[in-house]
């Protein structure tokens, strides 16, 4: 699948929508109405006959005055849309032309258009056009100027114009002297119908308009009094400061003429007009002065020749933002004749919004925007779903930043594959799958849908076009994914993660800019690409990631805070672990150092994010998960760069003043509203009593209380939830280990066990025979010899978060190097997710994008990278029982042995067959993060 444009040598007209089509037909007269369609699916559990949602679909009806059309169902509302406007083409009988215009044919048409717009005809038009606008103030004017149009407004606003000068001549994409140049020489051509003035730079009807339609046209007008629009000027010169000014677009004035005066020009002739600025729908536009020395006239050499001697007065952030040339000082402001209203629009454009706009440049500023929040994290280095990417999707912020950067959309071209080979020593667990399409939304890659006998994945790649189709960025990423959703972000995500990496140094060399970008899967055409991005170099640095704790987090004045750290307490309240969502309330401020005066940045009532999903500031994220519900506190930052800070300041001025103090920092107030547990805890708890989560905890004790082990090792111990269990029973342990590779897990399994073990309460002392803990810090897949020959050892709900070769990797090393007399190892049932899903309403917290992505049956986590069926965990345990001289046994908790679909929860015992010693290699790979021995109470 790809879609996108292709390739082509040299520039091409884009043929005309169907919509575009019915557009110029009918305009607002054709009313278009999309409707979700649900499909019902079969499910994808061997057994069960529950009904699944199916993928959703949308159907458009197109209702236009003599009839209504509706089309097919699609995955995506616009196409939808495309194909009934389709539909009602062929119903029409419309040809839609072939623009395979010459050069002399364009010209031809360039000189009719003029004629046109100078017309009697344009002007009594029943439909709104910008240029009408124009006319108005033109006819409005007093003077020598009176009926005067500027030429920069037509090439401007017209797009009909602006389309024939392409076909005359491609430069005009980035001269817009050039296009002036076009239409100047086309109006000669109508010398005895219009006049030129090359000292106005403006062309004039000589046979008047009739009295009656100058009328019409300044009765059209209900524009107040005064107006006053706010606006940003950018001065050439980068030692000035950027700043707001206000423009008075009053009544009978014409808005160009309020611009012109601020930029110290005479009046609208003398003003050149930009392409618009950020959103292709908004009127934001740069505004300048036309360079007086220049003479317009039709050759683009000539123009291009003059035109080099002013580089010397280049506004650099003005052309950045342009794409386009720009002298002297310019104007950013948001106004402008529409196509919806004869009445001017406007609206105030603040400092603010020009540090957005700059931020939407980047990468990492897209994201943090769509996100409305500071404290969001930067662009997140894998896509899974929206528990860990609440802003705007990977492929959505591509295809805005080409758009920024004026690029072509980009192209993602999607295949299906066969998945890599085997690993040695074992079949494809896929082989002991029953039958069935077991499509599931695993986000990353290991095995994958199940079609007619053959499994199949998904790889991505991204190309990327400059606007005259040459290839400048293509993307192959090496990796497959189970969802072809998921292929097509991450791999946009690798491109993101390079070009914000490249526009954070964009000065670097052509061999190190090669070099980084074949570390991310990126082929990069350096000519072309140091071309098209050969602006960049007055991008401000977003280093947003520059915000960390910078002071004591602690404020003893809130709620339930005391004057200790938070490290220290244990909370009694509910605490966030890891895949718990939590909501918080927050605030920013800046603020002096001492405090006496603070300006507000930004805040949210519920700010919402998943725990250990890397979705917001790591700075955010360690406060909160040491807080309880309705706790508050209250940290400072680093202060980041003067553009972030302004990007969301509401009050641009009071925030520049205290900016230029020099004394300023960022202070954070924050509340822990509520902790929702993690979404597959939800899930479990809908159905199970006691909750699954502890029924695989008892089956472990039961196991090791009949064992009389004297020590056990927790693989994958999280935050301790089973070694915390050991303390409230009485067993034959004496010494405990932890292993996990998250360090913010293991301090609080420290902080939990370090409570127990000193028996801070009564009720906390179990009669147990523990006399040593540890927790340690590394991989499950390296084995260290510290841990060999211990009695037991258990792995629950771990594996799954692996990939699938690393699990069979990970029974291996233990079963070979660790050698425990006992194994214990649980994971989800792939088969009994159904059951949980259906019972589970808050399961359905998905966007619109995953809606129409769905899967017939899903993982119970974002994080699980692989799932099993029974028959599937039967061949794993059992080829690697059998490998290492263990016997295995299967059982589980959650559901029926007997009754489909099996356990929840599928569990295998692993024993070994003899008590031969253990044979070390005498290596340490792990990390002591805590220690305890009953000897000398404690110690770390």
Known sequence: METGKGPASGPKKTPLTPKAIIYQRFGTEACYKVEEVQEVVQNGCPGLAIPQKGPCHYRCSLQLPEFSVVSETFKRKKDAEQSAAEKAIQKLGIQPKEDNLTVEQAWNELTARLSYL?????????????????????????????????????????????????????????????????????????????????????????????????????????????????????????????????????????????????????????????????????????????????????????????????????????????????????????????????????????????????ANKIPRGIYKLSREAMLAAELPTAFTTRSNWRGSFPRDILCTFCRHHRLSEPVFSSDSIEPLPDLPGRKRLRDAASGGNETNEGGLAATAVAQEGCTLVYRCTVKIYSKCQDLILLCSPKESYKKQNDAINNAALKVLLWLDRFLDKVDMSVEEMTSSAKGFDILIYPQQFVTEFSLCQILPKYRWSSAKVAGSFLCPSYSNVQNSNLEDEVSSGMTPSSGSLVCVTYNIYLATEKECIKEHLEGSEEFEFEIGSGAVSPVLEAVVTQMSVDQSACFTMELPSKEIVLAVAHDSANILSLLSSGTCLMKCEVTLLRVTVPLEDRMEQALFSPPLSKQRVEYALQHIRESSASSLVDFGCGSGSLLESLLAYQTSLDKIVGV???????????????????????????TNRIKSAILYKGSILTCDSRLCGYDIATCLEVIEHMEEHDACSFGDIVLSSFCP???????????????????????????????????????????????????????????????????????????????????????????????????????????VIWEWSSSNNSRS
């Open 821 to 927: 007399q006992l194994l214990i190892v649980s994971t989800p049932n792939y088969e009994y997710n159904v059951i949980l899903q259906k019972s589970t309403p808050q399961y359905q917290e998905e966007d619109s994008e995953e809606k129409s992505q769905q899967q017939s049956c899903k993982f119970r986590n974002h994080d699980h990278k692989f799932e099993w069926t029974r028959r599937q965990f039967c061949q794993w345990a059992s080829e690697l029982a059998l490998r290492h001289n263990y016997d295995v046994e299967f059982s589980g908790v959650g559901g029926e042995l007997n009754k489909e679909p099996g356990f929840a929860s599928q569990i295998a015992v692993f024993r070994r067959r003899d008590s031969s010693p253990v044979n070390a290699d005498f290596t340490e790979h792990y990390d």
């Open 118 to 358: 100078f017309s009697i005809e344009f002007l009594s038009a029943i439909h709104p056009h910008p240029l009408s606008g124009h006319f108005r103030a033109a006819l409005a004017t007093e003077g020598h100027l009176n009926g005067f149009i500027p030429v920069a407004a037509i090439a401007t606003f017209d797009a009909k114009t602006n389309s024939l000068c392409k076909h005359i001549n491609s430069e005009v994409e980035s001269n817009h002297l050039l296009v002036m140049s076009l239409i100047i020489e086309a109006a000669k051509r109508l010398a005895d119908t219009l006049f030129f003035s090359e000292e106005k730079l403006s062309l004039k009807r000589l046979t008047p308009h009739p009295p009656e339609i100058i009328q019409s046209l300044l009765n059209e007008s209900n524009l107040p009094e005064s107006i006053s629009i706010e606006a940003v000027r950018i001065p050439s010169s980068t030692k000035q400061t950027v700043e707001s000014l206000m423009l008075n677009a009053s009544f009978g004035n014409y808005y160009l003429d309020a611009i012109a005066k601020e930029l110290g020009v005479e009046d609208a002739s003398k003003i050149m007009i930009s392409r618009t600025i950020g959103k292709a729908s908004s009127e934001t536009r740069l505004y300048f002065c036309a360079p007086e020395s220049i003479t317009i006239g039709p050759s683009s050499e000539l123009y291009m020749k003059q035109a080099s001697s002013f580089k010397v007065y280049s506004n650099a952030v003005a052309t950045y933002l342009s794409g386009q040339e720009i002298c002297g000082d310019a104007i950013l402001a948001s106004v402008g004749y529409t196509w919806k209203s004869t009445d001017l629009f406007y609206e105030d454009l603040s400092l603010c919004a020009y540090y957005r706009i700059l």
């Open 740 to 766: 996990d590779i998250s360090q913010r897990a293991l301090a609080r399994a420290a902080k939990i066990l370090h409570s127990k073990l000193n028996g801070n309460t009564e009720a906390e002392q179990p």
